[in-house]
């Protein structure tokens, strides 16, 4: 059987080229009308929302070394002309000092904010006041099908995605929490205003739905609307008797107005939705269970981290150094070899003064014998740049374990290791035997090589070593 050839005329391929010429003006057209600018950091996105109809501003700081190969958690601001600069400014600092993980920050700046942000507080009785009205309506999968999937694409994000309102977009944020398609994890509401039929919508919605981790924080002020403040408190009953193990509410008032609670409440609204992030505060009653492991906490903790903001997080030096403050307290040798062990594996001491760290904080907590064994071996070891790494370990011989003839042994076996404190070494030495009635001779020649070579120095005078051996010779 023959195929049958079809041929193309010289005019359908003149409409071929027109019909892609078309398609590639149209393309160029609607790329056009997306942009991207940069200032000062902040990137400037122009794009065309197809549920309002035109051009939308999205602005969007990226942490200071932003890497696209980490997750950073997402926050985003509703009024991005109110919001976003102080938002900005204070997760910077909140990063900065590693109080919460390094965030990208989007704000949503809106066209006609009555229109987009208006409450339903059922003036149109054919929507249910649990249900947005138009404007809101178009807001909501404004945010949730083209901002956040924009940024999700374009962005390196953990999946952590909190969300900021005031006033009417603290009411929106209230009211997104319920929704089915609402993909965020933090919710910060400062001042909203609700019916109570709206907060009896998100009590049957937290007491029916299993939620992802969720934290939700609501600010009102004493100088503001009392209908506002009414809504907080009925807010804070719903946390408080809120059963969902993923919920987490809390509400604040503060003595502000409408304006003033966004500075005086943000900073708390921030912390409190990453309150998982790096929070040992549950250490003291871990650490009561007899298989407890310092390490497994730690490692614990990260997994923790991951699974809730999505980052990997590290012990830091800090917050090391806090765990361990918290260990001494116990003064358990067990534990404290299992801190000192961390510390080590993440090199948080300085690898020439290890031992003699681990001999201060065993002083600390009263076992001189480990201690001494450490002082010891920082001295075995050749890590030794000045008297101090020997003085140490002699006060704790004489003066703890109150043996002081071992100590003069000390000392003088220091002064074979390092000749440089000969003259210190032999004043202590004298001053030992005088003060515990020690080997006179050996005190009296330890006192006369100090007159003899006396210099200058920070630990005695000459008139101090005269008086060292007018005292010995009077014995």
Request: aromatic share 14%.
């Amino acid at each position: 059987m023959k195929h049958k050839i079809f041929e193309i005329t010289i005019m359908e391929k003149i409409g071929l080229h027109i019909l892609k010429l078309a398609f590639l003006l149209i393309s160029i057209n609607v790329f056009s009308q997306n942009s991207s600018s940069v200032t000062n950091g902040t990137i400037t996105k122009k794009i065309i929302s197809q549920y309002f109809k035109n051009k939308r501003t999205i602005k969007i700081l990226l942490p200071e070394k932003y890497d696209a190969n980490k997750n950073y958690p997402v926050i985003y601001t509703l009024d991005g002309f109110e919001l976003f600069p102080i938002a900005s400014s204070y997760v910077n600092f909140l990063t900065k000092y590693d109080v919460i993980p390094n965030c990208i920050i989007v704000g949503i700046y809106h066209n006609n904010r009555n229109y987009e942000t208006m409450p339903n507080y059922g003036s149109d009785i054919r929507i249910p006041v649990t249900e947005f009205l138009e404007g809101s309506g178009n807001l909501k999968s404004h945010l949730l099908e083209e901002v956040v999937p924009m940024i999700e694409k374009q962005y390196s994000v953990s999946g952590f995605n909190v969300i900021i309102g005031h006033s009417n977009t603290a009411t929106f944020v209230n009211e997104i929490i319920s929704k089915n398609e609402n993909n965020f994890n933090g919710f910060i509401a400062i001042t909203p205003d609700l019916l109570k039929k709206q907060t009896d919508y998100l009590e049957k919605h937290l007491s029916e739905k299993q939620l992802k981790q969720t934290y939700y924080f609501v600010s009102s002020g004493l100088k503001d609307d009392k209908y506002r403040l009414e809504s907080g408190i009925m807010l804070d009953t719903i946390f408080h008797n809120s059963k969902n193990t993923n919920f987490k509410g809390l509400h604040k008032i503060y003595s502000a107005g409408h304006l003033d609670l966004v500075p005086k409440s943000l900073n708390d609204a921030l912390m409190f939705i990453f309150s998982d992030y790096k929070n040992y505060d549950d250490f003291n009653d871990k650490v009561l269970n007899s298989k407890f492991s310092i390490s497994n906490y730690i490692d614990q903790k990260s997994i923790l981290n991951n699974k809730i903001y999505g980052i990997n997080y590290k012990l830091n030096e800090e917050d090391f150094y806090y765990l361990l403050n918290l260990v001494l307290e116990k003064k358990d040798r067990k534990l404290f070899e299992q801190i000192f062990e961390v510390g080590e594996k993440n090199k948080f001491f300085n690898k020439d003064d290890k031992y003699a760290s681990k001999a201060q904080y065993y002083e600390e907590i009263k076992l001189y014998d480990e201690a001494l064994k450490n002082w010891k071996l920082q001295i075995e070891k050749g890590f030794y740049k000045n008297t101090f790494y020997f003085e140490r370990p002699f006060i704790l011989l004489t003066k703890k374990l109150k043996r002081q003839k071992e100590a003069i042994v000390f000392l003088e076996k220091a002064i074979k290791k390092y000749p440089e404190g000969k003259l210190i070494f032999n004043y202590l030495i004298a001053q030992t035997s005088l003060k515990y009635s020690l080997k006179k001779n050996k005190g009296i020649k330890a006192i006369d090589y100090c007159i003899n070579r006396f210099k200058e120095n920070n630990k005695f005078s000459l008139k101090d070593a005269l008086e060292i051996k007018s005292n010995i010779n009077k014995n």
